[in-house]
């Protein structure tokens, strides 16, 4: 065995003393390490694109899924759906030679949408060396997040918001458009990251045939004296004061040939006399004389006749002048002393018809109430909630642009003249005066005021607090004092909504607090019904009926509604030129053109029950918030 063995150990001795050789041996047995880095390079080349293809993908589709969330606030069928389409319209698992790719992904309780995807991925070259393939992971996740924002509610609030809510008839609307309400604080809150740097503000505007906003108003912007569709009390009939004096008794005699005579002459009857007190001398106001006669007679017989005799007095009444009583009303247009109404205290005025005054005249009935020396008048008492009348505007149809005279639709300019203040919405002021007495009616009949429709008093921009998305408590108590009145009138809503929120207008100071470099500025306009304008009712333009603020005497139904629309929409074009993106929800009600023309670049919704409400709100709020990827 030795043997056979030697002569190959042999040669193998001589050839590795044969340098001859060495180069070629060396590069072959360096191929290998050298085939394994330069193909380990490849294969971590394509598994480092691939796991970045991966990582986009992940992401897009968490951002796909969360901005789905939007359309109704939880992460359900369809949000999911929209996730599962990006990631794959951004993974081509057959493209990348990838297999076996899981995405999965789920919402949180903060709000996000967080994400895996895995994949393996076969190697080309490093499978020489027994590695098969490699297995990627990626994690992803997207939030919303909140930047410093202001947000002013405008909400109807008419008397139609008291009905049932669609969807919940156990609720009224106005509760449901509460509970919308505190739902998009919680997508608001849940949004914001850094709370101790980020600033949200929110703002109420209730309207409904006017706004609650004059006590946030300073008194110098409200009339002192306005025209109101009012009533004068014309106290013109004198009134006297009597005082009675009777003279000593005296008696006289007379002879009748007749006993009945006798007695006739007694009562004062005799031959066809009047038989009552018998005027002697003087007029009214001044001393009047009368003479009273005893009804009693005493006889004396003789043989030829009978002699009587009969008593009497005079009776002087002293009659003076006290003063001036009712006489009737005259309802016409009035220019009442608003200055006492617009503080807010109580003032006095006359109701009834009782008393006297002490100069004949006509007095409105807050004028009335003043009246030194007036005695026994039927007074009331009240003090103004803070509605407004509009300050001076012009007939005219169109509103673009708005003419120079329309001060109402002015949102920036503060008052410089009587006619440019507000006046105070007060029930006491204005009277209905029926159809066909347009100009004025005198009457005896004494009517009740025009009752008013005051919504809750509006509310300026007030930081709200986002640590917790439960509502703070003045948020709660506000939402809560909400109340449903009145009418549907838009335009007011949206002149006022624009007027409290506009950097340049007479709340400037409020809307601009904290000089911060960059804020989100929103109106939310909500309404459950179309403009309903109605010419016999008291609104913020008074009683179009009798005033013709807006349109020509006899312009009632919807061609009122058209003038009131195209103030609206001039409204809504102001705020928008202040920077403000305009949304606009109907709540049981078709969005009309005037209200898609007012949102900002089709930022409307139709919802048609309170589900649709509530996701509604949501969906503002996860749009006005920025969509991100977290790190």
Known sequence: MFDTMRKPLQQLRRLGGDTAGNTLIITAFLMFPMIGLIGSGIDMSRAYMVKTRLQSACDAGVLAGRKAMNDGGIYNAAAKAKADAMFKFNFNEPGQNANTTVFTHRDTTDGEVVGTATTKLPTLVMKTFGYQKFDLSVACSAELQVSNTDVMFVLDTTGSMGWPSPGDSSKSKLQALVEAVKDFHATMAAAVTNDSETRVRYGFVPYSMT?????????????????????????????????????????????FSRSSYCSDWGENTYGGGPGSPVYISG????????????????????????????YYFDRTTSTTLIGYGFTNWTYKQVNIDTSAIKTGNSVNYVRGTSGTIPASGSYDIFALAKVAGASGLSLSSDRWDGCIEER???????????????????????????????????????????????????????????????????????????????????????????????????????????????PRGIFASNVNDGALSSVGRHIIFMTDGIMDTAYDYRTAYGMEIYNNYIAPSGTSGTSLDAYHNNRFVAACKAIKNEGYIVWVVGFGTAVTDEMKTCSSDGRWYEASDLTALKNAFKTIASSIADLRLND
């Open 283 to 310: 007029s009214k106001p001044g001393d009047v004389v009368y003479r009273y006669f005893y009804n009693d007679t005493r006889r004396d017989y003789d043989k030829r006749s009978d002699q009587c005799d009969r």
């Open 392 to 502: 001076a505007t012009v007939q005219q149809l169109n509103m673009d642009p708005v003419p120079s005279g329309a001060h109402d639709l002015n949102i920036n300019s503060a008052p410089t003249n009587n006619a440019t203040k507000w006046r105070p919405y007060f029930e006491p002021t204005t009277y209905w005066r029926g159809y066909g007495n347009l100009t004025s009616w005198t009457t005896t009949t004494t009517y009740s005021p025009e009752g008013v429709n005051c919504p809750a008093e509006a509310k300026q921009f007030t930081t709200v607090d986002t640590v917790s998305t439960t509502p703070p408590s003045w948020l709660n108590t506000y939402l809560n004092g909400l109340k449903a009145v009145g009418g549907t009138y838009h335009d007011i809503g949206m002149i006022w909504g624009a007027r409290m929120a506009s």
């Open 211 to 255: 706004v609650n906003t004059g006590k946030l108003l300073p008194q110098n912007y409200m009339a002192d004296s306005a025209v109101y569709s009012s009533r004068v009390a014309n106290f013109t009939t004198p009134e006297y004061k009597e005082s009675t004096t009777d003279g000593p008794t005296k008696k006289e005699s007379r002879t």
